[in-house]
């Protein structure tokens, strides 16, 4: 049996790097906060002094590869995507770097610069491939037809502006390989699991940790709005009274009313039940993708939506991934 290998190839600025890398991280998000990456860089020719000196916008672009891992012929590859960096440290001596980049695009504006604009019957797919042209960006947009007939961007960065559009409709947007990319998460949870996890292929050294939301799971909900036309507010109800969640906010009509509670309350009861671990790499394990966690009793076993992925190899730990995960309820 061959020996199992693993590494990572970068690129910055287009010019290749791998040999003098002595430790890297992809962090992968599906929600929240931006893809980043980290790399560490023994310079002993003391390039990155010179030519090579990290600058802020400087790009990056990395590859996770694995060879004869689980077996001999086991050879996969996680291309990580482009990166922009916005973050650099030098240490002496000897010199070392570490830099660290973010997954956002080259023009700041997206982020940086606050706009004014009355978006009127466009669906959220238009609003989001107008809003990713402006910054070169592709469009992977995998979520029902969602028609809004007015929304007002006021002042507000097109990025949060998106993210906010997306998360009142149960949506998550982020950026990945120069794509914007937008995916329904409750559609993604019943998706095929990826991968069987063991509480026994744990890394030993690093544990694992479960954590519960006591107060439980929201069991419905009412959302009341103010009908445009009729200037009647109106209230609309799904689920049990049990525990309900209520919801005061703008909607063009009963279906949207409906669509906006629904991912109200599945945006609440998201993360409930939360489990974090450490297992040998693994470069199927991204976020967004669902696991079946088994051995570890009836309470904490089951299906898991990945949330974050982290993916670390260095010369003295090798590659490891850790899970940040919600329990599929």
Known sequence: MKARRSGATLKYNGIEITPSITGFSLELSAEGTADNCSFQIADRGERWLG???PKKGD??????SVYD??????????????????SAGINGEPV??????????????FSATQRTQTWQKATLQKIAETIAGRYQLKLFYDAPEITIAAKEQSEQEDGAFLQELCQSYGLILKIYRDKLVIFDREVYKKKKTVKKISRFAIKREVGWNYQTDLEGSYTGGVITYTDARTEKDISYEVGTKERPLKLNEQADSIGDAKRKLEAAIANANHGLFRLSLSVMGNPDLVDGVVLEIVDF?????GRYFVDKAVHSLSRGEGYVTALEMSKII
């Open 51 to 53: 030519d090579l000196f």
């Open 59 to 64: 790009a990056i672009e990395a590859t996770i």
């Open 69 to 86: 891992w689980e077996g001999d012929g086991d050879n996969r590859s996680l291309s990580c995507g482009t990166f922009t960096v916005d």
């Open 96 to 109: 070392a770097i570490s830099v660290g980049a973010v997954a956002k695009p080259v023009k700041a504006a």
């Open 297 to 301: 009793g009836v309470e904490i076993s």
